[in-house]
């Protein structure tokens, strides 16, 4: 906690119309995630599409009262605002540095920075794992690890830790310093280097360079010595640094000698055993993991152990007790339609702050319940930390509340003010009551310490799934989005089209994140699809493009905005809306350019223009067209035509109307191909599901969309065997074949049959034998090894979808769109 007036001197900042000399205890650089105003700092950095400064009134109303802000705000801005602190700098983003900079010189205990191109998460929870019975540990919630996590994690330090753990991750030269003054670590870990974010970088070594910048006054190095870039660069850096007692280095590596030489790692099904010299001593130890990276990780985390001269025994123990991350929230069907969050790795405010938002912006359901265990290792006392917590919950309105454990039961009365409440003494003691607790039709987040294990709670509120699921990164939606707002030209509002259910990525979860995002607009095919919207919660203005006559009155009842195509259903619209007295009714009216699929033709925009004219039944949101070919230079011509008599029409409807109305054409692949055609809004499609046809833009998109399905059986065939219906593989040779999960009614193409598809098993890509069937696929894993159960890609990240859609003659809408509804959706947040 400091105060204004000690904050202004550190940031260096011009503090004008100083109320009160408040006491700031929140950092806040995202309005949306406000929770405690009055002892609040607000700092207001400018996004790519919003000044920093448009939220302070908002802020102001509720009850934030101190702001950081650049020299675009005047004093005379400041006077509306007459009882709030300013503090002016030239940098926004750099004051929030000072601060944390500042903040973290406070303290003199041991910190660990972490950085390197993997592994940095996973290795900060595990030394917390190991480490969290000996020291009170202050850490990043999640991977805070950027300009803005690393202010915001250093912030959480107070004088009762004991240990601070701070991850580190940068994109370009430069930024490392910054980190580096907020961070100080005394002990740094080079977790590894990999080829992420290399093109801010000229290459590898430079990366090293800049990443060793974190270590600068740190005592102590861990790093594996066994890439050779990264051996060299620590050698260097080594001798050149000067801190004042000198850099130890502690290697490790499983090729030459180092501090800590790994002779052996040899694993059964479910462990690892890993041997090493260390010193003189012959040491081991065994890990419930067997993958690569989980190895890699275990002896970095073995390494810092063994300098705090943990004794092995301890060791040994611990490191058998070191469980899975899981790194991202997920939003899953549960039992009685229920949603399940299962977030109970960890229970600590940040993170169940992180949590909880990512619960408040779900709106499917009318109840969000909260399961929360004991809270260990807050550094604060326990009072005070559910107080705290219980104000939080309020504010994310969470309406039913559980916890379980000694200690927040204790406090239950702090959670008087949560509509319903239920306290248990123990997990088990929770799921004695399971039944009579009658979950339904709620959301629900799970959160809880490690010793509670909140698992056995997930395994009854999960429903059990077909094991065909359609992955949903909701972060790559959220990334897509912003790619394609930074290509706007100012002003330019942003329409969603979330038609076919997103793309066939999901209903309201999509829409969700569009509406917390402040798109302007959604749009959809038919009423039904907006309904479903709306029963979810969904207040965002909704254009409907296929509206027929049936759906009128539902239509009207959602709130939902008919496009209107031709005289027919304009005529059949304004009789409807008459009978009922209704009138300004928002429509938006399409005019058909050159698709010829729906809309008005040129020669009738006349006798639109005063039919609507006369008429109070209307009121003309928007007029708009659809391009036919916006992503083909041989239709640039074209495109050009339709543009043109487009604006013709906007002319004509403009002056017969008598008023503005919003001006739209522009789909996806036009935004930056035909920037002069981004006019008044975009209508945004299959871009912010990852896809974008021009190869210039491809690469700038995430992947959001992940097919995946597993192994049910493998079995050998010899060479001249058949594999499927009507004989049509043949095995050329003696061969191995996997058969998996899915089919043509999952919207697996039956185009793809015979080697025409492949997918992605254990790392290599692997053909389709035989005709693909309706539920089941068959694929040729001959020289690969596999297991029954194993997870196969159909498409994502590492097998684009745009391949699938070649292989089988069609385009990725397609592919997209045609994953049945039997294929579960899991969403999930990184
Ligand atoms: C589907 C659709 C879009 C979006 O097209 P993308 O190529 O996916 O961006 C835009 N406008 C209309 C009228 C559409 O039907």
Redesign the pocket.
Known sequence: MHTISIISDVVKANLFQQKNDAAIEHLLSDSRKLLFPASTLFFALDGPRRNGTSFIGELYNKGVKNFVVNESFSVTDATQYSEANFLQVKDVLHALHLLAAFHRSQFDIPVIGITGSNGKTIVKEWLYQLLHEDFTIVRSPKSYNSKIGVPLSVWQINEQHTLGIFEAGISQPDEMQQLQKMIDPTVGIFTNIGQAHNEGFLNIRQKVNEKLKLFVHSELLIYCADNPDVNEAVATFANNVRTDKGLQLFSWSKKSAATLQVTSVEHTEENTTIQANYGSENISCVIPFTDEASIENAITCWCYLLHLQVNNNVIAERMLQLRNVEMRLELKQGINNCSVINDSYSADINSLTIALDFLSQQQQHPTRTLILSDILQSGKNSGELYADVASVLQQKGIGRFIGIGPEISKHATAFKNIPQTVFFSSTNDFKQQFYSLHFFNETILLKGARVFEFEQISHLLEQKVHQTVLEINLNAVTHNLKFYQQQLNPGVKLMA?V?AFS?GSGGFEIANLLQFHKVDYL?V?YTDEGVELRKAGITLPIMV?NAEESTFDVMVQYNLEPELFSFNILNGFKKYLEQNGVSYYPVHIKIDTGMHRLGFEKNEIELLGDQLHQSTTFKVQSV?S?LAASDADVHDGFTKIQAQSFLESCVVLQEKLGYMFIRHIA???AIHRHKDLQLDMV?????LYGVDNSESVQPNLKNVTTLKTTISQIKKVKAGESVGYSRKGIAAKDSVIATVRIGYADGYPRALSNGGGKMWVNQQLVPVIGNVCMDMTMLDVTGVQVDEGDDVIVFGEVLPVNDLAQWSGTIP?EILTGISQRVKRVYYEE
């Open positions: 089209m038609k793309y749009a095919a493009m708009f659809h789909n996806t692949s209508r945004l499609g299959i871009g809408y």
